[in-house]
């Protein structure tokens, strides 16, 4: 499977895939890794890439699952953390400049619970600074990228589908950004309009 396919497969389909061994957790790190690589330097939706240990545990969660040694459905699967989330040995800055050199020493709760689950910690991703951004919303009709926002909507308009249409006689629908769309890879099947 070529890298942007891979990118755009739902959590479960990923899931399954891996746990059928139909492409390795390092093949899809990879191929998320090289999406960033492309599409960050415009979109500015990571803060701290953290590609080395991402291969890691890549390699040791795809040696676990030819093992058959499963830690659950994550197991293998990448993810992003906002840059909010404590996480062990890796700048968090919560998007606030007094604390760009912070690194803490232990992983919060939900960063722990998705390490012990196997999952693969990408990078961390751009907030508003302390997360005091306020909602946000979108129209239906999406602009081409937030920057910075509470969940950064993805500028790769070819992995997001366009919502279907309303007549003109109904009020535009609004929907809050999904959270998944901070990886700014988001899977065509997480866009319900």
Not at 83 to 94: S, V, W
Not at 99 to 112: E, G, I, K
């Amino acid at each position: 499977m070529k890298d942007l396919e891979l990118c755009r497969l739902s959590v479960a389909a990923v899931s399954r895939a891996l746990h059928a061994r139909e492409f390795s957790s390092l093949e899809l790190t990879d191929a998320y890794l090289n999406r960033i690589e492309q599409l960050d330097p415009r979109i500015n939706a990571y803060i701290t890439v953290t590609a080395e240990r991402a291969r890691t545990d890549a390699r040791r969660a795809t040696e676990e699952l030819a093992a058959g040694r499963s830690r659950g459905p994550l197991h293998g699967v990448p993810v992003a953390l906002k840059d909010l989330y404590e996480t062990a040995g890796i700048r968090t800055t919560g998007g606030g400049k007094i604390h760009s050199d912070h690194v803490p020493a232990a992983d919060c709760t939900a960063a722990r619970k998705l390490r012990d689950a196997g999952t693969i910690l990408l990078g961390k991703l751009n907030t508003h600074e302390y997360a005091y951004g306020g909602p946000l919303t979108i129209r239906t009709t999406v602009p081409r990228a937030i920057r910075g926002a509470s969940s950064t909507f993805p500028v790769d308009r070819a992995a997001v589908p366009e919502p279907p249409s309303q007549p003109a006689s109904q009020p535009q629908r609004w929907a809050p950004i999904p959270a998944a769309a901070s990886a700014c890879l988001l899977p065509s099947a997480a866009w319900s309009g």
